[in-house]
Each structure stands twice: as structure tokens, then as C-alpha cells.
């Protein structure tokens, strides 16, 4: 029996889904309110993530109670900060799941944090909806409670990989990356599709997430003879690894980064000119080609929280508006299990941004694409859009 059929079995045991006793008991859910909550990042590291997401989650889910709401009952987010702290988070969680009674958690922040809180979700029956993080674990192994909208790190360097040897020619793939759970699943995408290309790394180099010097690992990668460099890093590394090189005088080699380093500050650099990464949608700017749609959205976002919204913004804005579809899907009758039935029903969705996700009663992972950006003079410049391996 599989894990999904198990789940909707004792759900069907347990709680009597889909019934009207199932109605008044389901959590989160009132006869006026629907409650969703988050942990996140509003003063820590990753802020600059958190803050963005739930600013235009928040914006979301205000324009569709000013419309009336879903099925007659409007959406309260309760939002916690857990400044990219594991107890916090912890003690979060905690509120949210058994004070608030939160039906589900909509973009939580960050892998290590997602990765300790989810068994805590599952075991009370509460969804994991659209985490920012690019962690495999947020959708492997398969759980019933586990969606996300945003790219994994390891598909996004298997992408990259097949991309450069295949369309740049590349021929010595290297890699530099954390000596994390993150940096090791960017080696193990890289040598997984390495592999399957018939080639192997021809060097790699680790680091501590909190190491500021990288002449000598740049001069081996260099002395290697690597012209693919893929990244596990982020942004601080990624600028620091940037600097060395372009100092070093190295030129004739393609850095590639993913999700995790994909930022203004990061192409703000003189170092960071070239700079490629695989990510799941693109950054935008305020002089930009928009729909009206889009310029609509851009507007409204500066005139509530004065200041620009930048790809957080956007992964933000979208998992509210897959939440609104999945709510209004499921119709009055609203359970737990209904939410993730709408939720795998949605198979052609497009966001206002014209970018693709679908999932299915086996496929939790929602972008099955990747965007190929570069650094060019100070701005983020998409190339390519649905690129696979």
C-alpha cells in the first residue's frame, strides 16, 4: 500500500473525512475563517526572503477577502519570526500548530528549519505548503503533506550541467560548495549528472559556510583545468569565491550558481559580471517589460510597503495565489484531505509572472523547469526558460 493510500485511509479512520462532523472539527477551518500560518525569517540572516514572501503573501490573501473571501470565509495569516533559529522555529511551530490551529504552514523558511518542524506538521495532520528552500527533503521521501512550488537544488545543477556540456561545450566540470547538507546535495547533482554524461568532476573544493579565504582553492580548481565551476553556495561565499578568481586573473570558466545565490547583491558586484544562475523564475525590475497584470502587482506591492519587490516577493505572491485555487477547489466543505485532493488536481496552473506549475496524486514537487540567468552589467538577464535534464 503506498504512503499516500495509508495517509487517506487513517485520515478516513481517525477523523471521518469529508463530513459534516469532519466540518466542525477540522482544524483551522471556522464557519468565517480559514487560519494559515508560517514560520519565517523576518530579522535574521534570511530575512531578505521571509520579508518579501510574507509581504506578498499577505497582499494576496488581503485582495481576496476584500473580494469576500473563499467560500464565504476569509484568510487570517499568522505569522512567526524565527530569526533562521531551530529552537525558535521549534517553539513557533509549536504556537502555530497547538494555539492558533493552524490548518496549514504556507512558505516556511529555510531547509534545516523546514526539516526539523515537518515531522512535528505531520504527526498533527498539517500540510507543508510551498517552503522556501530548494532542499530535496522538502519533497523526498514522498509524503501526502509536502508540496512545493520553487526548484530543487539538485535538479537545478543536474540542469546546469547538461546545459553547459551539451549547448557551451564544456568539458571539466568542477565543484565549490559548502560543507553542508546544501553544498553536498550541489556535488551529488553535479556528479550524478556528470555520470550519466560519461564524464566525471575534475576537482572539487569544500568550505565552512563561515571561511573568508579562497586563493588557494581557487588556484587548485584553476591548476585542474575547470571550465564549468558549479556553486553550492550562497551569497556571501558565492561573492567571496567570485572575488578570488577574477583577482586570480580567471577568466575561462563558467561559475553557475542555483536558487540559494541568486540575488541583487550578488550581481551588484564587479566580480559577480557573468555570472550564471538555474533558478525557478526571474528576477524582475522596475523598468522591466510587464503584462498589466504583472505592473499592477509591482505597483500596488511599492504602495504598501514602500520599496520594490524582488524575487521573494514574487515566490510569495505566487503560493498564496496556488493556496486561493487549492481553497477554492476544495469547496465549503473544507478538510485536510480535500486541501491536498485540490492541491494534486492542479495540473495547469500559470502564474501571473508566465511561469509553470503542475502537480498530481504522485507529483508534490511543482516546477519541473528551470530559467537561466546571467549577471550583465549590474542586472539579472533571463536567457533561457524551461530548461531540464
Excluded at 469529508?18 to 466540518?23: I, L, V, Y
Excluded at 565549490?176 to 553536498?184: F, R
Excluded at 485555487?325 to 500559470?350: H, K, M, P
Aim: net charge negative.
Amino acid at each position: 500500500m503506498s504512503v499516500r493510500i495509508m495517509w487517506l485511509s487513517l485520515c478516513l479512520v481517525l477523523a471521518g473525512c469529508g463530513g459534516a462532523e469532519q466540518s466542525a472539527q477540522q482544524r483551522g477551518v471556522t464557519d468565517t475563517e480559514i487560519v494559515l500560518g508560517v514560520y519565517t525569517d523576518l530579522s535574521g540572516p534570511t530575512a531578505i526572503w521571509g520579508v518579501g514572501a510574507t509581504n506578498a503573501a499577505r497582499m494576496r490573501f488581503e485582495e481576496i477577502n476584500a473580494a469576500g473571501g473563499v467560500h464565504g470565509r476569509t484568510i487570517r495569516y499568522v505569522v512567526e519570526d524565527t530569526s533562521y533559529q531551530v529552537p525558535k522555529a521549534m517553539s513557533a511551530a509549536n504556537k502555530l500548530i497547538n494555539r492558533d490551529n493552524v490548518l496549514a504552514i504556507v512558505l516556511g523558511v529555510g531547509t534545516p528549519l523546514n526539516n526539523a518542524i515537518m515531522p512535528i506538521l505531520f504527526e498533527a495532520n498539517v500540510p507543508n505548503l510551498f517552503p522556501i528552500s530548494g532542499g530535496r527533503q522538502m519533497v523526498e521521501p514522498f509524503h501526502p503533506l509536502k508540496f512545493t512550488q520553487r526548484g530543487i537544488y539538485y535538479d537545478e545543477v543536474r540542469a546546469s550541467v547538461k546545459y553547459f556540456v551539451e549547448q557551451q561545450g564544456k568539458k571539466a566540470p568542477c565543484v565549490i560548495y559548502q560543507d553542508t547538507d546544501y553544498g553536498v546535495e550541489i556535488l551529488e547533482g553535479a556528479e550524478d549528472q556528470a555520470a550519466a554524461m560519461g564524464l566525471s568532476l575534475a576537482e572539487v573544493s569544500a568550505h565552512k559556510p563561515t571561511d573568508s579565504e579562497f586563493t588557494a582553492a581557487i588556484l587548485r580548481l584553476k591548476n585542474a583545468g575547470c571550465d564549468l565551476m558549479l556553486m553550492g553556495t550562497v551569497h556571501r561565499d558565492t561573492i567571496l569565491v567570485l572575488d578570488a578568481a577574477r583577482k586570480m586573473g580567471w577568466e575561462d570558466v563558467a561559475w553557475v550558481g542555483n536558487n540559494a545565490a541568486y540575488a541583487q547583491v550578488v550581481a551588484d558586484q564587479e566580480s559577480g559580471h557573468g555570472y550564471y544562475a538555474f533558478v525557478h523564475m526571474a528576477k524582475l525590475y522596475a523598468d522591466d517589460d510587464m503584462t498589466p497584470e504583472v505592473r499592477a502587482w509591482w505597483d500596488a506591492y511599492v504602495a504598501k510597503y514602500g520599496e520594490e519587490p524582488g524575487l521573494a516577493a514574487m515566490e510569495g505572491y505566487r503560493a498564496a495565489d496556488l493556496t486561493i485555487e487549492a481553497l477554492q477547489r476544495a469547496g465549503r466543505d473544507l478538510t485536510t484531505e480535500g486541501l491536498v485532493q485540490a492541491l494534486e488536481s492542479i495540473d495547469n496552473y500559470t502564474d501571473i509572472f508566465g511561469y509553470r506549475v503542475s502537480f498530481g496524486p504522485d507529483k508534490h514537487s511543482g516546477a519541473t523547469e528551470s530559467v537561466l540567468s546571467q549577471v550583465q552589467n549590474g542586472r539579472w538577464v533571463k536567457l533561457e526558460q524551461a530548461i531540464t535534464y
